[in-house]
């Protein structure tokens, strides 16, 4: 017998059923296995990954400046490593690695420790298009020496793997699973078997269907809150109006399929879709 897994249940459902694993939210979501992060990375990094410690969305703070919420942080051995899933092309500049690697190194070291007993950090951005524009499938960026291009050995490494590349190979078989939305059609157990557990099973789409609610809950909240703070009336519609990009963007919603999930009055939808296009 049928039930209903949560309110708005039929919108929710068919976000679930067009979700994949290049969009950061699901990925997050289901890299909380910490097997599925060990064998992701051990097809990437082509060697053993032995993890002491894993986690999804994990959020540093810099009271000095700009803080960040990393999509998946592992400690292996002696190194640290980010993995970011980047769609958008600003957001995978290098820069942006490189900052990832400070606070990383700012959060895991501690007074009186040894320079040379700092970890090693690994950024890994998985980027829906080849960012880079040499027409490779993945990147290795280590600093060198200019005068000898002898590697500077100091501890630091950036990996971008291009995942429009999605040859016949266990990387390329491995990024053709980041775009499936059907279960069926993952190439690797332990990914499919996951993503089929959120998108089949009656448990795992009652988890997502609260996770859907949630990030609503939070872009209204969000929203209400950016009004109060900036004291504009129109802080709401900022707010609201910014859910409504990330859902298109990470997503793949259509402007119509955002404000229905972000159950916004058909009567108000026009003033949303005149200040979104605008």
């Known amino acids: 017998m049928s039930f209903l897994i949560c309110e708005n249940s039929t919108d929710y459902l068919d976000s679930i059923a067009r979700l994949r694993l290049m969009d950061d939210d699901f990925m997050r979501i289901v890299f909380k296995d910490e097997d599925v992060v060990r064998q992701f990375l051990e097809i990437i990094l082509e060697r053993k990954v032995d993890i002491i410690e894993c986690h999804a969305q994990y959020d540093i703070n810099n009271i000095l400046g700009r ?3 990393i999509d998946v942080l592992v400690r292996d051995g002696d190194d640290y490593i980010n993995i970011e899933v980047q769609r958008d092309t600003k957001g995978a500049h290098p820069k942006r690695a490189r900052f990832h690697g400070s606070l990383i190194d700012a959060n895991t070291s501690f007074p009186n420790e040894q320079w040379d007993e700092l970890p090693n950090v690994i950024i890994i951005f998985i980027t829906e298009t080849d960012v880079l524009g040499y027409g490779l499938p993945i990147y290795h960026s280590r600093y060198r020496i200019d005068e000898n291009n002898e590697r500077l ?19 390329g078989r ?18 499919r078997k996951r993503v089929r557990y959120y998108k089949e099973n009656e448990g795992g789409k009652r988890k997502m269907c609260e996770i859907w609610e ?9 929203g209400e809150a950016r009004g109060k703070a900036i004291g504009e009336a129109n802080g709401e519609i900022k707010g609201i109006l910014k859910s409504i990009h990330k859902l298109i963007a990470k997503n793949g919603y259509t402007l119509k ?14 003033k949303y879709i005149e200040k979104f296009i605008s």
């Open 67 to 69: 803080s960040i919420s």
């Open 257 to 270: 399929e955002a404000l229905d999930f972000l159950d916004i009055p058909e009567d108000e939808q026009s």
């Open 214 to 222: 949630e990030i609503r809950r939070k872009g209204i909240i969000e």
């Open 153 to 171: 050995d100091e501890g630091t490494e950036i990996i971008y793997v291009n995942a429009s590349i999605q040859e016949d190979t266990a990387l």
């Open 174 to 191: 491995l990024m053709h699973d980041m775009f499936c939305t059907d279960p069926k059609d993952i190439h690797y157990e332990f990914l």
